[in-house]
């Protein structure tokens, strides 16, 4: 009898992933480094996955490559992105492969399955004046000020994600030396230097008048005392918190939805490119594991080049 191929059925009606799935999501923590942020996004792809089994009557050790493809099928049915497809494959072969590797399957029926080709798109960087008026947004002395100068300041002038510049500890920062130790995905660490404008604000911000303002007189969790930086109510700033400090400041010189936090990341490697840096620095500094990664940014200076070429050369212009 056919398989029905319909639509995942809700993920809310799978409510715990079989323990093979939990053992892979552990091996992918504890082997591997995978940021929470991945893991949940790997939980949430393969509760889907599950989903569609049940739906269709199959169980983990009987899949088949039709199941596969008919996951696919269903979730661009369901209007999903290619992104998200691709990324819902990724998981499903991860999965299947951590199956035979254990020893709990002998065939993985994602072998010849090829996750959907997703066009790369250029980063939506920044122009450098936008960048200024953004910095220059943040007004007063005040301790939140001083804060909040010094997350913009360190997001553009390292290239930082938002998850290092949360997790960054008093430890990290060597302002003597010029640096902060970040830890970035794989739990990779890496040393970034720290330009002048961070570095002030950085300092503005680590003084009494600062950080020494918002700390409380006893600190409430384990690791709040060497945060970087805090909250209003003296614990250690999250991820969230931190992208609201980045949207309202940009809302504040109407930027609006085009700037986040990965956006001043873009920037920052973009704007380095523009002036001429080795790829090979920028990946460094961002902490690409390829080259290939960092290469996108030469593209966008490509387009770059062609718009400016075509606004001031006087014969540049071509026929539409």
């Not at 960092?294 to 387009?303: A, D, N």
């Amino acid at each position: 009898m056919a398989r029905p191929v319909g639509d995942p059925v809700d993920i809310a009606r799978v409510d715990d992933l079989p323990i093979e799935a939990e053992a892979l999501l552990g091996w992918l923590a504890v082997e591997r480094g995978r940021a929470p942020s991945t893991l949940a996004a790997y939980r949430r792809d393969l509760r889907a996955w599950i989903a569609h089994l049940d739906h269709r009557g199959v169980s983990l050790r009987e899949v088949a490559p039709a199941d596969v493809d008919a996951f696919g099928a269903a979730l661009r049915a369901a209007g999903r992105s290619g992104t998200t497809v691709a990324r819902a494959l990724v998981a499903v072969r991860s999965l299947h492969r951590f199956l035979v590797a254990e020893g709990l399957t002998e065939l993985d029926p994602t072998a010849d399955t090829e996750a959907p080709s997703v066009p790369r798109g250029l980063p939506k960087a920044l122009r450098e004046d936008e960048v200024e008026r953004l910095l220059a947004a943040v007004v007063g002395d005040d301790p939140v000020a001083r804060r909040d100068r010094a997350i913009l300041e360190v997001l553009y002038g390292t290239g930082a994600r938002i998850s290092e510049l949360v997790g960054l500890s008093l430890g990290d920062v060597d302002l003597a030396a010029g640096r902060l130790r970040v830890l970035g995905k794989g739990a990779k660490e890496r040393v970034v230097p720290v330009g002048r404008h961070a570095d002030g604000a950085l300092r503005a911000w680590l003084s009494d008048a600062g950080r020494g303002a918002l700390a409380p007189a006893r600190w409430r969790r384990r690791g709040d005392a060497d945060a970087v930086f805090l909250n209003a109510r003296g614990g250690r700033l999250t991820r969230q918190g931190a992208w609201g400090v980045v949207r309202r400041h940009g809302d504040a010189v109407g930027l609006g939805p085009r700037l986040t936090p990965h956006v001043l990341r873009h920037s920052c490697a973009t704007h380095m490119v523009d002036h001429g840096a080795d790829l090979r620095a920028v990946q460094e500094l961002l902490g690409h594991a390829s080259v290939s990664t960092t290469q996108v940014y030469t593209l966008v200076s490509t387009e770059r080049l062609r718009a400016v070429y075509d606004a001031a050369h006087p014969r540049a212009h071509r026929p539409s």
